[in-house]
């Protein structure tokens, strides 16, 4: 596969709508209306209807074939039964690139089956590569190009105004908005993402590949089937980034409700989970790690062991910390004598071994000291800070702290165990990479340490491929 042949997803040129008319909510009408917020567009963009009328503003034509340009990219969002003769339309144009929105193909039986299969030869024949059927459709925060149906002005201005670098590949457009509405209140932001529905040609390989080679951190993932593991696996062994899947249809019923949705077929949870932890593929435990983890990998260097300091000024945290990190295969760092010597030196501590608890009586050079010596010590490799905000300057410790993990290359994972009103809005309006429960903390932690862990396999493995040859 030619990469290359995926940048017209997301940073066309020219586009057609297909399907877009003056109709009562219709949906196509909404996506030339969400086309118009890309600067690069402009006049380029078409609507494609039976009556050859103009929609907000984009000029319409009865048939791709009587636009007088060339179209980088076709957007289909008609009646299933129309679209096989469509795609043989914009093949006779020339466009290489498609988007079909359309639902009723295989997720509805035989006769769409049949369908997909009519579209599938037409688009293998022709060099085409197609996102669908049966998806939302593709949105990049960087250039404010978004095709995604039903999307009403203004929705995506936020996402537009912070872009981020965490890209996601998702099988629901519900997923995706959740993932959307949820970065509202925290540091990281969407870069990329795309809705793949029933996947009849690109799929999260082909993704996986693509954002490897983009402006891309963290790689985030929902979905309802694997139609062909070993290219995932594949693709995730060659790509350095962070990929994190969240997966349904682990149980029986799961996989049936994945069937009648996109077509999803059921897979052996057992083997994939087993090829996740092969290839190095963190997978989720909640759709809500697909927001709340990555800013893990985009604020914080990488755990790189298992040896973790907690700093509370509430005693029942630390033991609730603890099992945690136990449960979690992460340990409590036993401190030398000539680190809790230095702890004991800072203030009036309660606690100098790990937990550490700072009590209420601390200051603000208390807590940098705190901080530099444990990041400092070798028998530490990341911290686990549980400091509640009953004062303002607890905000600046934290700012301090982050810009600490940086410079010693040790992460941590800051929870503050206040109201999640209060906590929420910490995060947005200091920009800091806070999270919302000690669970949140410390599955941080652990999947960080997996990531560092899987990265060191795949480098030792690749220089003894080397040295072999």
């Known amino acids: 596969m030619h990469i290359s042949t995926l940048d017209n997803f997301f940073d066309p040129s020219s586009v057609a709508v297909i399907g877009a008319s003056n109709s009562t909510f219709n949906l196509g009408a909404t996506i030339c209306n969400t086309l118009k917020s890309s600067e690069k567009l402009k006049d ?4 494609v209807n039976k009556k050859a009328e103009d929609v907000n503003g984009c000029p319409g034509f009865a048939s791709i074939l009587d636009i007088p340009a ?10 299933a039964k129309a679209v096989p003769g469509i795609v043989r339309e914009i093949a006779e144009k020339g466009t290489r690139n498609i988007i079909i929105e359309s639902a009723g193909f295989s997720e509805e039986g035989e006769d769409g089956a049949r369908m997909q299969s009519d579209i599938n030869e037409t688009v293998r024949k022709h060099g085409i590569r197609v996102m669908g059927p049966n998806c939302l459709g593709v949105l990049n925060a960087q250039n404010r190009f978004c095709c995604f149906y039903g999307a009403q002005e203004h929705t995506f ?14 099988q629901s457009g519900g997923v995706g908005v959740l993932i959307l509405e949820s970065f509202a209140t925290d540091i990281v932001s969407v870069n990329k993402m795309v809705s793949i529905g029933n996947k009849t040609d690109v799929d999260e390989a082909d993704l996986i590949e693509y954002f490897k080679t983009d402006s891309t951190e963290v790689i985030g993932m929902f979905l309802e089937n694997i139609q062909h593991g070993r290219r995932l696996i594949e693709a995730a062994r060659n790509c350095g980034k962070p990929i994190l899947i969240y997966k349904s249809g682990r ?3 799961g996989a049936r409700a994945a069937m009648s949705h996109t077509a999803g077929m059921a897979n052996n949870d057992r083997v994939f989970d087993a090829a996740c932890r092969q290839s190095g593929i963190i997978r989720l435990r909640s759709i809500a790690e697909l927001h709340s983890m990555p800013k893990m990998f985009t604020s914080m260097p990488l755990l790189k062991g298992k040896n973790i300091v907690v700093i509370t000024n509430s005693g029942a945290f630390g033991g609730i910390v603890a099992d945690l990190l136990h449960e979690a295969g992460l340990s409590m760092a036993r401190l030398k004598p000539e680190t809790m010597d230095k702890l004991s030196k800072t203030g009036k501590l309660f606690n100098v071994s790990n ?14 000291d705190i901080y530099e010596i444990l990041l400092q010590a070798d028998e530490v490799d990341g911290l686990l800070p549980i400091p509640s905000v009953w004062k ?5 410790t934290i700012e301090d702290l982050n810009q600490m993990c940086r410079t010693y290359n040790k992460p941590s994972a800051t929870y503050t165990p206040n109201a999640l009103w209060k906590t929420l809005n910490i995060r947005s309006t200091h920009k800091l990479p806070i999270f919302e429960s000690p669970e949140e903390a410390v599955r941080a ?4 340490h997996f990531h560092y862990s899987s990265a060191r396999k795949k480098d030792k493995s690749a220089s003894y491929e080397t040295i072999s040859r």
């Open 44 to 47: 380029r963009i078409y609507a």
């Open 70 to 79: 060339d179209i980088d990219l076709a957007i289909i969002i008609v009646a």
């Open 157 to 170: 201005d936020l996402v537009y105004q912070r872009p981020g670098t965490v890209s996601y590949v998702i």
């Open 251 to 253: 149980t029986s019923e």
């Open 355 to 368: 937990p550490v608890d700072l009590g209420p009586a601390i200051s603000p050079q208390a807590f940098h």
């Open 392 to 396: 303002d300057f607890i905000i600046n």
């Open 445 to 448: 932690l652990e999947i960080s």
